[in-house]
Structures are given as C-alpha cells and as structure tokens.
T-cell receptor, first 116, second 112 residues
Framework: DAKTTQPPSMDCAEGRAANLPCNHS???????VYWYRQIHSQGPQYIIH???NNETNEMASLIITEDRKSSTLILPHATLRDTAVYYC?????????????????FGQGTILTVHP | NAGVTQTPKFRILKIGQSMTLQCAQD?????MYWYRQDPGMGLKLIYY???????DKGEVPNGYNVSRSTTEDFPLRLELAAPSQTSVYFC???????????FGNGTRLTVT
C-alpha cells in the first residue's frame, strides 16, 4: 500500500479556509486518495475521495497534483466543529489473489484545530 | 437506516475473560471490517470480510477471531483477554470495492 505523509498538526481561524496537505509519492495508477476525519474518538467520517481529477462535495474540495504524488484537502469556511483529526489514505488495490477488497490503512493523521 | 451498530459501547473485562463485540449493518454491504485504535494512534485493521462465509486477517489479528454467517453481522471474539487488548474497536462496512467505508461509533474496551 502507498504510504502517506501528513503534518502532525495545523491551526486555522474560524471562517477561513483550511488547507490540509498530504504526500503520497509512491501511489499507484489505480489507487484512490481518500480523506476521513475523526472527531472526539467517534468513528471516522468519510469526507471525499478522488483518483486524478479535482473533486468537490458539500463538505470539502480535494486537489490532486498532476503527478498524483500529493493532494490537498480544502475546507472552504472552517468552523469550530471542524476541529478533528484528518486522515489522508491511499486505498489499496484489489489483491493479486483475486479477492477484491478496499481496506483503508490509517496513519497518524493531522490534528486540525479551528480557533475563534 | 441505522447504519453500522456496535454493541456494547463500553466494557471492562478481567484478564483471561472472553467476550464478543457485536457489529451489525442494515445497508446490505458485502464488505465489513474490524479496526482497533489505541490512544493517540491511527486505526489498525484486525480482520475483514468480503461477504458471508469469507473472512481474512488484517494487520493485528492475534488474540481475536471473527465469523460472518450473515451479510448483516460481523462479530469479533476476544478469547483470553489481555491488557494489550485495551482499546477502542471500530466496525465498518461498504458496498463495493471503491465505495466509502461507513463506521460505527465504537466499543471502548478495558482489560484489567
């Protein structure tokens, strides 16, 4: 599985955009980039995912570089409720043995603190 | 829809006791997973299943067992509980290979 590197912590002012970077230089051509977040030790919450094109949904935007070696999650107007641990994950490809599954391998993530 | 439901929410076990953590989903998902999360750490995969009757080991399977007799349920069995199994356990499911995982709210287990 491709490994990811994220900064351990970031701060953001409420109402401003939060830009969370992620490096995944060993990503394979058919592996997706996923973002999850975890608030107060609740179960992780899905945010967004993408392959090569930029993606946007009601929660966030995902910008993937052309070489796919890095990406940025953008929360356009951060609120205090966005304070959480954010995980950038490269999702494994189906195993060579033919049993397809899409497990997620979690790293340490980035602790985002949104302050007033 | 209830989504992914985990029971119990909290449990304290004595060393050597056994228990089963329950996980049920009502979304007809084929893929189900058990993760554990130690304090300040990311999630580690214990076991997973790609459908009823099919299970396989993840990164940290020792001390655990699973079964998948129905699509809905994926119980995790702890035999001979040890303090190293003190953790928060999360169950997750998804429908197809590249669909997002849905997580339960976790079971907080303490072994003393």
């Amino acid at each position: 599985d491709a490994k990811t590197t994220q900064p351990p912590s970031m701060d953001c002012a409420e109402g401003r955009a939060a830009n969370l970077p992620c490096n995944h230089s060993t990503i394979s051509g058919n592996e997706y980039v996923y973002w999850y977040r975890q608030i107060h030790s609740q179960g992780p919450q899905y945010i967004i995912h993408g392959l090569k094109n930029n993606e946007t949904n009601e929660m966030a935007s995902l910008i993937i570089t052309e070489d796919r070696k890095s990406s940025t999650l953008i929360l356009p107007h951060a609120t205090l409720r966005d304070t959480a641990v954010y995980y950038c994950i490269v999702r494994s490809s189906p195993s060579a043995g033919g049993t397809s599954y899409g497990k997620l391998t979690f790293g340490q993530g980035t602790i985002l603190t949104v302050h007033p | 829809n209830a989504g992914v439901t985990q029971t119990p929410k909290f449990r304290i076990l004595k060393i050597g006791q056994s228990m089963t953590l329950q996980c049920a989903q009502d979304m007809n998902h084929n893929y189900m997973y058990w993760y554990r999360q130690d304090p300040g750490m990311g999630l580690k995969l214990i076991y997973y299943s790609v459908g009823a009757g099919i299970t396989d080991k993840g990164e940290v399977p020792n001390g655990y067992n699973v079964s998948r007799s129905t699509t809905e349920d994926f119980p995790l069995r702890l035999e001979l509980a040890a303090p190293s199994q003190t953790s928060v356990y999360f169950c997750a499911s998804h429908s197809s290979y590249n669909s997002p995982l849905h997580f339960g709210n976790g079971t907080r287990l303490t072994v003393t």
